[in-house]
């Protein structure tokens, strides 16, 4: 019962944060941001955001550092339009899957190549 109270909990965390960044944050400084998933626990202390952003590895630290600032807002934002007693800290991650998947994928087809011999 409490896997399926959390992982809707995951999902609308998710929904309402994609907006809140889009919409809501003015912040020059953060990127082209995608929230890749989200880990509530299972107290609902804490949240981890995982983020996907588009960039060197300057614009991902920068866009980390000015969500991180912008962590109280957003969670006093979340607070009002997720009926929760008590909303979670959020903490942000980056999410390198993407990244990873993609070098996967192009050394999978390096080795697919046949040699032009």
């Known amino acids: 019962m409490a896997k399926i109270r959390t992982g809707r909990v995951n999902e609308q965390v998710k929904k309402e944060l994609s907006l809140l960044i889009q919409s809501e944050l003015k912040d020059p400084r953060i990127g082209f941001v995608t929230i890749t998933g989200v880990e509530v626990t299972n107290d609902l202390s804490q949240a981890k955001v995982y983020l996907s952003v588009l960039g060197e ?16 807002f ?25 990244a990873y998947g993609s070098r996967i994928e192009k050394l999978l087809t390096e080795i697919d190549k046949p040699d032009s011999k």
């Open 57 to 72: 590895e300057e614009q991902k630290q920068n866009s980390l550092k000015a969500l991180d600032k912008a962590s109280g």
């Open 74 to 98: 957003l969670r006093s934002e979340l607070g009002k339009r997720v009926r929760l007693r008590h909303v979670p800290e959020l903490i942000f991650k980056i999410d390198e899957s993407i």
